[in-house]
């Protein structure tokens, strides 16, 4: 249903305009390790069809 993408994902807990914010190195500028695959690009077409087709079991 996604592409998915190894990447460095990070909460910033520090104080500035990030404050909360998840924060993904898309490219592995930081040098950290990877820890997390994120979808990139979504089908939505299937996506819907997915989801409205399990609603309607209720």
């Known amino acids: 249903m996604a592409e998915e993408k190894k990447v460095i994902l990070d ?3 520090n ?3 990030d404050y909360g ?3 993904c190195d898309y490219y592995g500028r930081s040098g ?6 994120v979808g990139i690009d979504l ?3 299937l996506f819907w069809e997915i989801l409205l ?3 309607e079991k209720y």
Do not use: M, Q, Y
């Open 11 to 13: 909460v910033d807990l």
């Open 15 to 17: 104080s500035g305009i």
């Open 21 to 23: 914010r998840t924060v």
């Open 32 to 37: 950290r390790k990877v820890n997390a695959e």
């Open 43 to 45: 089908n939505g077409e």
């Open 53 to 55: 087709s399990n609603l």
